[in-house]
Every structure is written in C-alpha cells, then in structure tokens.
C-alpha cells in the first residue's frame, strides 16, 4: 500500500524550497489538483530532472485526482534523469492506441472495454494498463472502470483492481517483478 501523503512529500522534495512549500500547501487545503499542476509546472519551470520512476509515480497521483489528461503532455516534457530509479517507465503517449479487453484478457470483465497500456516494469515487462468504457462519440471514458496489471505472453492471469485503486495497482506492479 503507497501512502499518499508520504508521496506527496517526496514529491515536494523535488521542487525548490518556495515551490515545495506551496505545492504542500495545496495537499494541506486540499486541493491536490491544483498542487499536481503546480508541481509538474514547477518541475518544467526550474528544469528539474526525474526518473522514469517518479514520472510514471505523478502520472498515477495525476490519474488519482483526475488530472491526467490535463497533465500528460506537460509531464511527458519534464527533464529527464537516467541516473534515477528506471525500473517504472511511462509508455502511454498521446497516439495509444487501445485494445479490445477481450484481447488482453479472458476476463468477462474487461470484455467490452478498451485496454491502454499505461506503466510497464522494464525488469519483467509486466504492465499496468487503464480499462475504459467507449464513449457514444467515440472517445475513452474520463475514468477507468478497471486497472489491470498484464503479464506478457498471458492472457488467462491478468489481475484486475477497482477503479479506486490506482496506488494499489502500481504498488503490485512493483511488488510482483519476480527479480531483485
């Protein structure tokens, strides 16, 4: 289980002292939303490098507070540090092309949803991925019905949490690489 205030002062640790202490204002008032724009900003602002890690990291607390398609394309832009932790990358991009839930899955629930791969484990290669509903116009839904973690080569063990569940999701992606 990730502890999302614990996050949210690692996160903070990255900005420079005034900007941190504004963007851990926002988690005081909360208004994470409005300090996950501040931190991304922050980070393009003062050319703060990441690792592939902490950016697949933001990415889910930007998807927890429904903030990620308005921070995608900014944090994709953030300075990137290859020194860091690259055991997590962030491998949606903005041309993803989804899959259909039975193709990915054996599981009746994700059969009428669309599959985007979103953070894979560059250890196993196993995958977090978003489940959405197809919206009427044709777009994805805002929220994800389901998360499911994907192992390659598999279809039949794929392990589904609940569309509350973002932390928990990438906590087992983590927990589940089977090397050190």
Same mark, same amino acid.
């Given at each position: 289980?990730?502890?999302?205030?614990?996050? =949210? +002062? +690692?996160?903070?640790?990255?900005?420079?002292?005034?900007?941190?202490?504004?963007?851990?204002?926002?988690?005081?008032?909360?208004?994470?939303?409005?300090?996950?724009?501040?931190?991304?900003?922050?980070?393009?602002?003062? +050319?703060?490098?990441?690792?592939? *890690?902490?950016?697949?990291?933001?990415?889910?607390?930007?998807?927890?507070?429904?903030? +990620?398609?308005?921070?995608?394309?900014?944090?994709?832009?953030?300075?990137?540090?290859?020194?860091?932790?690259?055991r997590l990358r962030l491998i949606e991009?903005?041309?993803?092309?989804?899959?259909?839930?039975?193709?990915?899955?054996?599981?009746?629930? @994700?059969?009428? /949803?669309?599959?985007? &791969?979103?953070?894979?484990? *560059? &250890?196993?290669? &196993?995958?977090?991925?978003?489940?959405?509903?197809?919206?009427? =116009?044709?777009? /994805?839904?805002?929220?994800?019905?389901?998360?499911? @973690?994907? *192992?390659?080569?598999?279809?039949?063990? *794929?392990?589904?949490?609940?569309?509350?569940?973002?932390?928990?999701?990438?906590?087992?992606?983590?927990?589940?690489? @089977?090397?050190?």
């Amino acid at each position: 289980m990730i502890d999302e205030a614990t996050q =949210w +002062r +690692r996160f903070a640790a990255l900005l420079p002292p005034a900007d941190a202490a504004g963007f851990m204002d926002c988690w005081d008032i909360g208004e994470q939303e409005a300090g996950l724009d501040q931190l991304v900003a922050g980070l393009l602002k003062h +050319r703060v490098p990441i690792c592939e *890690t902490v950016r697949a990291e933001i990415a889910v607390a930007a998807e927890v507070w429904g903030m +990620r398609t308005a921070l995608a394309a900014d944090l994709g832009r953030c300075l990137g540090d290859h020194q860091g932790d690259d055991r997590l990358r962030l491998i949606e991009h903005a041309d993803t092309v989804p899959s259909s839930g039975s193709s990915v899955a054996t599981d009746s629930a @994700l059969a009428d /949803l669309l599959i985007v &791969r979103w953070i894979a484990c *560059t &250890r196993c290669g &196993r995958v977090l991925a978003r489940a959405h509903n197809q919206e009427p =116009w044709g777009d /994805l839904s805002y929220l994800a019905r389901h998360y499911a @973690l994907l *192992t390659p080569g598999q279809n039949t063990s *794929t392990v589904l949490f609940a569309p509350d569940s973002a932390w928990d999701a990438l906590a087992e992606l983590r927990m589940s690489c @089977l090397q050190p």
